[in-house]
């Protein structure tokens, strides 16, 4: 994979697509293939709806959106809920468990989206 043509790829899919959606994303490298493409992990910092937008299913249509590009492109998503935002950690991280995340064992971010995962 390409990392930083898929980054630019998705922030512009973002702006035409989900205009409503703010979200701030970091593209780990985690090792290099033989074939000197990226193999990526991707981190979701933030993620917002504008306020008079939510509660609609954007920020779910959203999500479920980027982990299906997760599962083709063969990336884990990683992301951590905070309650920095004003959302409630409770919801969010019944939401998140809901989209298939899962606590995470292997690096600082809380959750961890498995690409290709089976246990949703
Ligand atoms: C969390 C957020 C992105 C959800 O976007 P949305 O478009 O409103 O989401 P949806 O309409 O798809 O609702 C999905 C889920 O959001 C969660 N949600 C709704 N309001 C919430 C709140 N105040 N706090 C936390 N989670 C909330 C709920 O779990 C809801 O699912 P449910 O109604 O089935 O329980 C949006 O509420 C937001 O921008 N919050 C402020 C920023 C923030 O806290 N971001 C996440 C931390 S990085």
């Not at 512009?12 to 290099?32: A, N, Y």
């Not at 004003?86 to 989206?113: H, I, M, P, Q």
């Amino acid at each position: 994979m390409n990392m930083p043509r898929m980054q630019k790829a998705f922030d512009d899919f973002i702006k035409v697509f989900f205009p409503d959606v703010m979200c701030w994303t970091t593209w780990h490298p985690v090792g290099t293939d033989l074939a000197s493409t990226y193999k990526v992990s991707v981190s979701v910092d933030k993620i917002e709806v504008k306020k008079r937008r939510r509660n609609r299913g954007i920020g779910t249509r959203f999500l479920k959106m980027l982990l299906i590009l997760a599962d083709q492109c063969g990336f884990d998503v990683v992301l951590s809920p905070s309650g920095q935002f004003g959302g409630d950690v409770v919801k969010l991280r019944r939401w998140y468990w809901r989209l298939g995340f899962r606590e995470n064992t292997c690096s600082w971010a809380e959750f961890r989206y498995k690409a290709n995962r089976r246990n949703k």
